[in-house]
């Protein structure tokens, strides 16, 4: 798709508007409503004050990290370092690459930071996922409200239909509006970030930067994308901390002719359209936004590099249904209720042959081996600059892998008798062999890796 909008494009460019453009208002409130603006003296001092701390620490501690990450079958180092940091257990998957959180402290989880100072700037971290979970929450009760108002305005309904829209999306009553419970429980689950993706560069440290290919924006320190691994349709929310020198900023306020080049701009576009114009916003110091809803999948957004090195922390709610400790260790459970012991020789072997069964098993061991180990020991020691929290549960799924790798063993043993029955070894010969032919390619692009 890339490919082709580049092709028709040829040299010419797509226009794109800033806040100096005259239509940019009337451009953002109807074709890119869904993106919320908050100036930075909307945010408690306090907050500001402890988040910016908490970026400071991280850095002086050497706690960002660029990643390696694999798209089309190629790795590249990302030009923006990063960190994950969330609710213990949680993991978060993009490009190919899983980050494992540094839990931030909470109750019930024994969590030993290296430092104290790490520790305040985690929980600097989760005080400001949980004041953005708020706005998240206001943000998305205000555009229901202003929808319903609109639907109101410019269609013509009978009473009873108005009637029926009333009782079944918006009632009002004297606290001024509620919502039925499945909303109110669909917002909390849309906005309940689990964890939030830090990101940390200094532009005038990188020796190239990509140019933004559509409109002509400039430097690009995130190219257009979609977030993903994302619950559907979730809110994601995005504080930023430039670290700008206020002078050089009042020079560049002067310029009205296109982004301004000093100053970092997050960068808005309908995905694969070329009708509409694009945005670019200026984020200043302390600034933060919201894509709500479907933004993220109707319309892809990058990051516009400024001058000054900058900090983000980016809240969303993950898609854990198979990112979490509690279900990687579940699965693996799974996989060794087939292992029994002999009770008199201790001797290990298979309750089951059956070709659906050793298929599950066999799936579940590629899957803690590439998934997990692999993807923890690839990048996952330097998350020991913070807290050694992963240590133990990552100790617990080596076992679990070796025990695997016992049964695979079993399996190959149980084959090569003679006594099987023919149509049933054939079916689990078939069976194991595409399974451990994935397993062989994917250790040999791992150990290539």
């Not at 319309?299 to 922390?313: I, K, N, T």
């Not at 043993?413 to 062989?440: G, N, P």
């Amino acid at each position: 798709q890339k490919k082709k909008l580049l092709e028709e494009l040829g040299e010419s460019r797509l226009p794109y508007m800033t806040p100096a453009s005259a239509d940019f208002h009337q451009l953002w409130k109807t074709k890119y409503s869904k993106l919320i603006f908050r100036k930075s003296d909307t945010v408690p001092e306090d907050l500001h004050q402890m988040v910016q701390e908490g970026f400071l620490t991280l850095r002086k501690h050497d706690c960002f990290f660029q990643d390696l990450v694999r798209i089309k079958g190629k790795d590249f180092v990302t030009p923006v370092s990063r960190i994950l940091i969330g609710n213990p257990g949680c993991t978060y998957k993009y490009l190919n690459t899983r980050l494992f959180t540094v839990p931030w402290p909470t109750e019930g989880y024994d969590i030993k930071y290296c430092s104290p100072e790490i520790r305040n700037a985690c929980k600097a971290l989760i005080r400001l996922n949980d004041y953005l979970h708020g706005e998240a929450v206001k943000a998305l009760q205000g555009q229901t409200l202003f929808e319903t108002k609109e639907i109101k305005d410019t269609t013509v309904i009978d009473r009873e239909q108005t009637s029926l829209m009333e009782k079944g999306s918006v009632s009002k009553d004297q606290s001024g509006w509620c919502e039925p419970e499945d909303d109110r429980l669909s917002l909390k689950n849309r906005t309940s970030y689990n964890v939030t993706l830090l990101n940390y560069m200094d532009p005038l440290q990188m020796l190239y930067l990509k140019q933004e290919p559509y409109f002509g924006m400039g430097n690009m320190a995130v190219s257009w994308h979609h977030d993903e691994n994302l619950v559907d349709r979730s809110t994601v929310a995005v504080y930023s901390y430039s670290c700008e020198d206020s002078a050089m900023e009042e020079v560049n306020e002067q310029k009205t002719k296109g982004r301004d080049p000093a100053v970092w701009h997050i960068g808005l576009k309908v995905a694969w359209d070329i009708e509409t114009p694009g945005l670019a916003v200026p984020l200043h110091q302390g600034d933060f936004y919201l894509m709500l809803d479907d933004l993220n999948m109707t319309h892809q957004h990058c990051v516009l590099a400024g001058f000054s090195p900058r900090f983000s922390s980016t809240h969303r709610v993950a898609d854990c249904s198979r990112g979490t400790l509690e279900y990687i260790l579940g699965r693996c459970e799974l996989a060794l209720q087939n292992l029994q012991t002999d009770s008199d020789s201790k001797a290990l072997s298979l309750k089951s042959l059956e070709t659906a069964v050793v298929k599950q098993v066999e799936e579940i061991h590629n899957e803690v081996e590439f998934e997990w180990l692999r993807q923890f020991w690839f990048q996952g020691k330097r998350y020991l600059k913070c807290t050694d929290w992963w240590l133990k549960p990552v100790a617990k799924l080596e076992e679990f892998w070796s025990k695997m790798e016992i049964m695979t063993s079993l399996v190959l043993s149980e084959v090569r008798k003679r006594e099987q029955i023919e149509e049933q070894r054939k079916e689990t010969i078939s069976c194991l062999l595409l399974v451990l032919t994935e397993r062989q390619r994917l250790r040999k692009e791992w150990t290539a890796r």
